[in-house]
């Protein structure tokens, strides 16, 4: 429960679970031990999300340049992110699971939601963004157009995440202070707030902090 009122919300609500590594050597465990305690700061923040009436909400999971990392650690963020989708897959929710779906380092489990699926009312659309790659979904646009084709309106229809909303607010977790390539496209306007603590250490007041903060800002949207 949040037990608090905002005067003004963000539609979409990107979210960054960044530390986990971080957090796990802090607690002297071997690095991959972190992604598993980002598991239940998710379930949390979408309850939270749910009460608010907070329309979408996309989580990042694992990017291709993660892939780079060692396979412990490749191997825990995978599992972690195919455990997330299950605890969402029978909660009210239209999941959808965005990355390159071709490459073998994509989860097999996850197949089924490249179409985003809906379960109980979909009272919220959530994303999960898995072996997501900006240039990757840049590039899934340009294939079906023809060179005359290729306006920028065209090209923003074909994307791969084309199915993913404008995002509103992004929350970043673990203190740094950039994208990290997270849906550039949609996050064009999106406001940016940064937690210093890690995301395993995930507070109710980490998520209230931002929706204060947000409703200061003066969303022009460039107008």
Not at 34 to 45: I, N
Not at 108 to 128: H, M, S
Not at 161 to 188: A, E, H, K, T, Y
Request: positive net charge; aromatic residues 14%.
């Amino acid at each position: 429960m949040t037990g608090h009122k905002f005067r003004r919300l963000p539609n979409h609500i990107g979210v960054i679970p960044d530390g986990n590594r971080r957090w796990a050597v802090q607690h002297g465990l071997p690095k991959e031990a972190g992604y598993e305690k980002g598991l239940s700061p998710g379930v949390m923040l979408y309850e939270m999300c749910l009460e608010l009436g907070i329309q979408e909400l996309t989580f990042y999971g694992f990017t291709q340049d993660n892939n780079k990392r060692p396979s412990a650690q490749r191997e825990a963020f995978q599992k972690a992110c195919v455990e997330a989708v299950k605890m969402l897959s029978n909660r009210d929710a239209a999941l959808l699971v965005i990355g390159d779906y071709s490459s073998p380092l994509f989860p097999p489990e996850l197949i089924p939601f490249a179409k985003r699926y809906t379960f109980g009312k979909g009272l919220i659309k959530v994303n999960f963004l898995v072996n997501y790659g900006w240039k990757w979904d840049l590039n899934h646009a340009l294939h079906p157009l023809a060179p005359e084709k290729r306006s920028v309106k065209n090209i923003v229809d074909s994307i791969a995440s084309s199915d993913i909303s404008r995002v509103d607010l992004i929350i970043r977790w673990g203190g740094r202070r950039r994208l990290s390539g997270f849906l550039p496209v949609q996050s064009i306007y999106a406001d940016f707030y940064v937690i210093d603590e890690f995301w395993p250490d995930f507070k109710p007041e980490h998520f209230h902090w931002a929706l204060s903060w947000y409703e200061t800002q003066d969303v022009t949207l460039g107008g």
